[in-house]
């Protein structure tokens, strides 16, 4: 060993600079430096060296105040601080309090021998190993401070571990903890465990937790258990052969998710499960199945792709082998089918844009059968759309391809399918070809080929249909009080087939219209006052639209898929008066308290050029554009009155309340109101109702409430609650009702649900569903996130 090690050793000073009176006092105050000799000299520095030599052989034990010794090593010095410490060549014994340090690593023991050469050190009693989020607790333990492997008897560990925001699990903040019989770190991110259990609970009352014989840590990845069951409170419920559970805060791993169960009325009882596979970090696929007791079983598919940053890939399968329900006369009677949904958007080369919606639906009766939630249950719509688009310089290149279904009854099934593929369309917005004058000319062209069927009409599957419209926009304005803006439009639109007597022919038909649009605003009247530095503003916004269109001519010819098809001939005018009420504070931005506009349409052809039909629902752009409500049946000269309130105080509440109040009829054909009411940030009201009161010759009528109450969220520590409910006053039955309660603690929470459906004679069920939900892990049971009513 050369000196300088033994001295770095020993904390003391180098050789070198060593002098004899350090090693042998002087007689009579004399150093021994001032009386030696050469050959004395000789024989001192030799004597030194022999007592150094003994000294590292053989250290006595120091006193009881604390040591420290420095050990250099190959990966950065080693600390050793003990009550008592001796060295026997390269091993250094420490006992009492013994600690070492090394690099971002503290080991703590009763007892330690370390090994300066191998960096090795054996630890017993009391052991306490620190490594950045990891902590180790121990009764025995061999470590490597050079590999950075080891192992560890008797052992209680905890693992912090960082994880972002999830609504889709509970979180806590608690460590993973565990303990068992055996740990063995393989390297820097592995452990092996003998005998392990795990939980992110209160250790010492832990409510749930993992028992494995073996299992795997591997850091910011997962935790992976062999023969593993779930126990809670000590109780086993739940055995897995093998078991993975996320240690990271962004970790994809393959594997079986857990089980979901539930009972319901028509289903019987019901277990599924599903397959987890992450092939890639840019995409994952999960594969599932569900057994029902008295329909048969279901497979649901699931593929996510994010190949590149601005292209996204998401395909949803769902279908049920049914075997039915026992019909009238002891016959079954089978309701399954499936369901697709293809999600893709992508940013191309050059400005481009592809974007696509693919749904189809094998029919409305698998829908009210299987679908999982009442507002599913109900839309009787599919829709599909693709495109693919390029913006530049003001003007739009657009191709697509759209399809529309809509069906009207399930039993017997029919449908209107409405269809626009292929199709192109170029556009521009408003643009000005002198910059000195105030004039903007815009256009959009298209050319498709139109699809439709329906129970009365179906058409050939692919009629042409070509357009263009180019538009011209003047806006004037005469000084701050009055601003009208002129719009002319010249619409030439070709078909390939036209309806005669009821029947498609092939006979092409063309009609060009001439548009004029003349929108008018007359000067606002306003008022501000100020009441205790809070500003208010009361304006009346008064609005007049005229518009003219001619040169339609026999539109019971034109086959009618989208708005532009339902122009008629029409010599309208538009009148509304909008009030606002404004508020600002001190030392806030203005605020829209109240707004209520009132308008109505006046027509001054009652006819619309001949396109009403006495007697009929007549539904085209004139009568449509202010009012969803369908309300002629004959000509008009008047439009119903729409009133729409909004109040919007601020981000607590918020309440829109229309009604429709038709002047021919003299009452009130259409009434909506909704409300939302947050006055904490955990509890929130949502009250709604809306009636239909027209002739049923126009539609159906109608008189339904829905409401929503909650406080909480299903993540949300403590207790949580939400009630749903959907009733028809009109027939005077409840559709839909849902209940939900839940409570989370620390580590876990329990969540129970009750669901009614009343979906006619098609379906009319009650679920009954429960969920145990395992912070930082998922959720077991059957009570899923996108079905919740939160």
């Not at 002098?19 to 000299?41: C, H």
């Not at 050990?71 to 009492?96: C, H, M, N, S």
């Not at 050059?350 to 009766?365: K, P, V």
């Not at 406080?711 to 209940?739: E, H, M, P, T, W």
Request: charged share 20%; aromatic share 10%.
């Amino acid at each position: 060993m050369r000196d300088e090690e033994s001295s770095a050793v020993l904390g003391l000073l180098p050789l070198e600079s060593w002098e004899m009176s350090d090693i042998f006092p002087a007689e009579n105050g004399q150093s021994a430096a001032m009386i030696r000799t050469p050959l004395m000299a000789h024989h001192q520095r030799r004597m030194t060296r022999l007592l150094l030599a003994l000294a590292a052989v053989c250290i006595t034990p120091w006193s009881s105040a604390r040591a420290q010794i420095r050990v250099p090593t190959r990966g950065g010095v080693v600390e050793l601080e003990a009550k008592q410490q001796r060295r026997e060549g390269r091993i250094f014994y420490a006992d009492g309090e013994v600690e070492i340090r090394y690099q971002n690593l503290r080991l703590r023991a009763d007892h330690v021998e370390f090994n300066s050469e191998t960096g090795e050190a054996a630890a017993r009693g009391n052991i306490r190993f620190e490594l950045d989020s990891q902590l180790i607790e121990g009764t025995k333990a061999r470590y490597n401070l050079r590999t950075g492997q080891g192992s560890f008897h008797d052992v209680r560990g905890t693992i912090h571990v960082q994880r972002r925001p999830n609504p889709n699990v509970l979180l806590s903040n608690n460590p993973l903890t565990f303990e068992a019989k055996e740990v063995e770190r393989l390297d820097a991110t592995t452990y092996r465990v003998q005998g392990a259990w795990l939980t992110v609970c209160e250790p010492d009352k832990p409510l749930w937790k993992f028992y494995a014989p073996q299992a795997t840590i591997r850091l910011g990845r997962s935790v992976i258990l062999v023969n593993a069951n779930f126990r809670v409170f000590s109780i086993p419920i739940l055995y897995l052969p093998i078991a993975s559970a996320p240690l990271g805060p962004r970790v994809r791993q393959s594997g079986f998710l857990l089980p979901h169960f539930a009972n319901t009325t028509r289903k019987g009882f019901v277990l599924g499960d599903a397959f987890y596979w992450a092939p890639t970090e840019w995409a994952d696929f999960t594969l599932g199945a569900e057994y029902m007791s008295r329909r048969g079983w279901s497979q649901t598919a699931e593929f996510r792709a994010r190949p590149w940053e601005n292209m996204q890939v998401d395909v949803d399968f769902f279908n049920v082998v049914d075997r039915g329900l026992i019909g009238p006369g002891g016959v079954r009677v089978p309701q399954g089918g499936h369901t697709t949904r293809v999600r893709f958007d992508a940013i191309l080369a050059g400005g481009w844009r592809a974007a696509a919606e693919i749904n189809q639906l094998s029919s409305l009766r698998f829908r009210l059968a299987f679908s999982e939630t009442f507002a599913e249950a109900v839309n009787s719509e599919v829709r599909t759309s693709a495109f693919v688009a390029n913006s530049f310089s003001g003007f739009r290149l657009d191709f697509y391809a759209l399809n529309y279904k809509n069906f009207l009854s399930a039993d017997p099934e029919t449908a209107v399918v409405l269809r626009r593929a292929p199709g192109v369309q170029f556009s521009s917005v408003e643009q000005a070809p002198w910059k000195k004058l105030p004039i903007y000319v815009g256009f959009q062209a298209s050319a498709e080929a139109i699809h439709r069927s329906d129970p009365n009409l179906k058409t050939p599957d692919a009629v042409q249909r070509t357009e263009i419209a180019p538009r011209v926009t003047i806006p004037l304005r005469w000084g701050p009080w009055v601003g009208i803006t002129p719009t002319a439009t010249l619409r030439t639109t070709r078909y390939g087939s036209q309806i005669l007597a009821g029947t498609v022919v092939g006979d092409s038909v063309r009609r060009t219209t001439g548009e004029l649009s003349v929108d008018v605003r007359p000067p606002a009247l306003a008022r501000i006052w100020e009441q205790e530095g809070t500003k208010w503003k009361h304006s009346i916004e008064p609005q007049i639209v005229y518009r003219f269109v001619d040169g339609v001519n026999q539109f019971g010819r034109f086959l009618r898929l989208d708005e532009s098809d339902t122009l008629t001939d029409t010599n309208e005018v538009y009148y509304a008066v909008t009030q606002r009420l404004f508020r600002r504070g001190e030392h806030g931005g203005a605020t829209e308290l109240i707004s209520w506009r009132v308008g109505q349409k006046y027509y001054f052809d009652p006819t619309f050029g001949g396109a009403i039909v006495p007697g009929t629902r007549n539904v085209f752009q004139a009568l449509n554009s202010i009012t969803p409500f369908a309300y002629a049946d004959g000509t008009r000269r008047f439009s119903p009155v729409v009133s729409d309130v909004r109040v919007t105080p601020g981000g607590r509440y918020d309440a829109q309340f229309r009604a429709d109040i038709d002047p021919q009829r003299g009452k009130l054909t259409a009434v909506g109101t909704l409300v939302n009411v947050n006055p904490y940030s955990e509890f929130r009201v949502t009250l709604a109702h809306f009636a239909t009161r027209a002739a049923s010759v126009l539609q159906p009528l109608s008189n339904q409430v829905r409401a929503i109450v909650g406080y909480g969220d299903i993540n949300r520590k403590g207790l949580n609650g939400s009630f749903a409910v959907s009733y028809d006053v009109r027939q005077q039955f409840v559709q839909n009702q849902v209940v939900q309660v839940s409570f989370n603690g620390n580590c876990c929470g329990i969540a129970f649900e009750f669901r009614r459906l009343a979906l006619g004679p098609v379906r009319s069920e009650n679920q009954y569903r429960v969920a145990f939900l395992i912070a930082n892990i998922g959720t077991f049971g059957n009570l899923r996130r996108q079905e919740k009513i939160f």
